[in-house]
């Protein structure tokens, strides 16, 4: 033979050892095809030519070829760039489902189309107005009790309407910050996620270093990115870490040959480095400006302990003030771009309000159940950048509009009805009346009720004017006009002495009833339109999961399929051993007989 003796054997063995684990892999993924978060595992080899170590123990021959297969790493089959589109509509879908937990929340005691509320109250009220409008009921002690007695029901109503909104807002503070509670926060949870993350870049790049892949350990860190993703946008990265990068330290560009390349003793290059990647986790989002930043969360294995990952905590807010939340991130230790090699202190941002109210960082629109809730806290509907989400002080200054418009028109109308008289005096013959101070001014949804001196009986419903009713009359059709009202007829019952601040009153051409109408049709097109987005969010999530999953999952059919080619490559190398043995023995036994 040209070649040495045994040398095909090591072809036959490197084959066979090389399809039994193509086997061995094929086992493990049908053995996790169920696993949740296992990536599809694969053998890479490569063909052992002269320029392979093992061919320098072997025979020279003008033709190198026949040597073998060897196996280089196992690896797992994933797409970057699925999994950066499967990250970026985590973020969306985390954000509708977070907002439409919110919207479901305010519903349940806001939208009027399941139940009888304050809608229903002011049609009581009309209705016992109605009953009063003869002569013989105007001064009947009956029928202002029963007037009275819902117009308590209504205040009543309003009253457990703003404290149900403050309840929703402090349930949604306890979703970011858990503290106290025998759940996480979303705080807790993304501080969790980046330490699980920072740790385990360190585990696996230690492994990789010392010849072991990881690639469990690998599938538990891109699992918890994915999470990671419904919380806050992010972006991921891998890069060489700068001692591995190939530049030279403290240069701009230069490269660094001994970085890339092993060399021998004489200095020659006989192989490029292989030296594993680090992952770095950025956060994006928009300053106040709206310029978009990038603040660094997790840096690869930077420095010691926890040098290479960060943290968020909320700084100000709590229970008591929820809308006052704000959340400060800082990042991890990171590398100077600018300057290779060193390390630079973490820096710090701030998402909040500013003393006007207005938001400033922010993340961009549908970016995690995180700014879901920031939306839900901040957001009013009126301020500078915050009108863009209608959030829980959104449907608290409308109802306190309602309330206030309420109070005052028929505050209004009842002081014109007792305008002569004078113990007490006019402008105390108020019905409805701030709890806090039992004045007629700065009411709203949550402090409106019964003018004390209304339910002592110091205070009735006025009964001056050309008839006894007059009053009765002009609250009766206040509660069917609309606001603001006509300025060419401002007046009611035709008095146009009857004026009301319209500063006070504007219920965007709606009357009473109908402005709570208009509320819960708000709150149900809010509802209806992120339904539609979240729907939308999971149908087209679900369809770059199935892209993935054709990727990165098991198929138990393309297993099969395999598990029969790397058998059938087992056999026809276990045959070419026979076939090499049979050579041999008859280069051993039946040659160099001469003679015989």
């Given at each position: 033979m040209v070649r040495a003796s045994f040398a095909g054997f090591s072809t036959a063995l490197s084959a066979i050892q090389a399809s039994q684990?193509?086997?061995?892999?094929?086992?493990?993924?049908?053995?996790?095809?169920?696993?949740?978060?296992?990536?599809?595992?694969?053998l890479e080899v490569s063909s052992v030519t002269y320029t392979h170590p093992v061919s320098h123990y072997m025979n020279g021959s003008e033709v190198m070829v026949g040597y073998g297969v060897h196996m280089d790493k196992v690896s797992q089959i994933r797409d970057p760039y699925l999994d950066a589109q499967y990250r970026s509509q985590m973020r969306k879908s985390g954000y509708t489902d977070s907002m439409q937990t919110s919207l479901d929340r305010l519903s349940s005691f806001l939208d009027e189309s399941h139940v009888n509320g304050i809608h229903s109250a002011f049609d009581d009220i009309r209705a016992t107005l109605q009953n009063m409008q003869d002569l013989g009921k105007v001064n009947d002690p009956v029928f202002e009790a029963q007037l009275?007695?819902?117009?308590?029901?209504?205040?009543?109503?309003?009253?457990?309407?703003?404290?149900?909104i403050t309840k929703a807002e402090q349930e949604e503070f306890t979703r970011l910050d858990g503290t106290g509670t025998n759940e996480n926060g979303a705080v807790q949870e993304v501080n969790d996620i980046l330490r699980q993350i920072g740790l385990l870049n360190r585990q696996i790049k230690e492994n990789q270093i010392f010849g072991q892949q990881s690639l469990e350990l690998m599938d538990e860190r891109n699992l918890l990115l994915d999470k990671l993703s419904s919380y806050i946008p992010i972006e991921v990265t891998?890069?060489?870490?700068?001692?591995?990068?190939g530049i030279k330290n403290g240069t701009a560009n230069t490269v660094d040959k001994?970085?890339?390349?092993?060399?021998?003793?004489?200095?020659?290059?006989?192989?490029?480095?292989?030296?594993?990647?680090?992952l770095r986790v950025e956060m994006v989002y928009q300053d106040e400006n709206g310029v978009t930043q990038k603040l660094t969360l997790v840096e690869g294995t930077i420095g010691a302990g926890e040098a290479n990952f960060g943290q968020l905590e909320i700084t100000n807010g709590s229970l008591e003030d929820p809308t006052a939340a704000e959340i400060t991130f800082t990042?991890?230790?990171?590398?100077?771009?600018?300057?290779?090699?060193?390390?630079?202190?973490?820096?710090?941002?701030?998402?909040?309000?500013?003393?006007?109210?207005?938001?400033?960082?922010?993340?961009?629109?549908?970016?995690?159940?995180?700014?879901?809730?920031?939306?839900?806290?901040?957001?009013?509907?009126?301020?500078?950048?915050?009108?863009?989400?209608?959030?829980?002080?959104?449907?608290?200054?409308q109802l306190n509009n309602l309330a206030r418009s309420f109070a005052h028109v028929i505050n209004t109308i009842n002081i014109q009805g007792n305008q002569n008289k004078t113990n007490p005096p006019p402008d105390e013959w108020f019905l409805l009346a701030n709890k806090d101070d039992m004045s007629k001014d700065g009411i709203t949804a949550g402090n409106i009720g019964i003018n004390d001196a209304w339910s002592s009986g110091a205070v009735h419903v006025g009964n001056e004017g050309s008839s006894l009713s007059d009053t009765v009359l002009n609250l009766l059709e206040a509660m069917g006009t609309t606001y603001p009202m006509n300025p060419a007829k401002p007046g009611i019952g035709g008095n146009n002495n009857l004026l009301f601040d319209q500063t006070q009153v504007d219920l965007e051409n709606n009357s009473f009833a109908d402005f709570m109408n208009h509320v819960s049709t708000l709150l149900a097109n809010d509802s209806y339109t992120n339904t539609n987005a979240l729907?939308?969010?999971?149908?087209?999530?679900?369809?770059?999961?199935?892209?993935?999953?054709?990727?990165?999952?098991?198929?138990?059919?393309?297993e099969a399929s395999n598990m029969m080619v790397y058998m059938s490559a087992y056999n026809a190398a276990s045959r070419l051993m026979t076939a090499l043995d049979e050579a041999l023995n008859t280069l051993i036994n039946n040659t160099g007989l001469v003679g015989r």
């Open positions: 684990k193509r086997l061995d892999i094929t086992g493990q993924n049908l053995a996790n095809m169920n696993t949740p978060g296992y990536t599809r595992q694969q009275r007695s819902r117009m308590q029901a209504l205040t009543n109503l309003l009253n457990d309407a703003d404290r149900q891998y890069y060489k870490d700068p001692d591995h990068d001994d970085e890339l390349y092993d060399h021998d003793y004489m200095g020659n290059i006989i192989g490029r480095q292989d030296w594993p990647d680090d990042g991890a230790s990171t590398w100077d771009k600018q300057n290779n090699g060193t390390a630079q202190a973490a820096v710090s941002v701030v998402f909040g309000k500013d003393a006007a109210g207005k938001v400033t960082n922010q993340f961009p629109s549908d970016s995690g159940s995180i700014q879901a809730s920031l939306d839900m806290l901040w957001k009013d509907g009126k301020t500078a950048g915050s009108s863009d989400v209608n959030g829980y002080e959104f449907y608290r200054n729907k939308s969010n999971v149908i087209v999530l679900n369809g770059i999961q199935n892209s993935r999953d054709s990727i990165s999952g098991i198929s138990l059919d393309e």
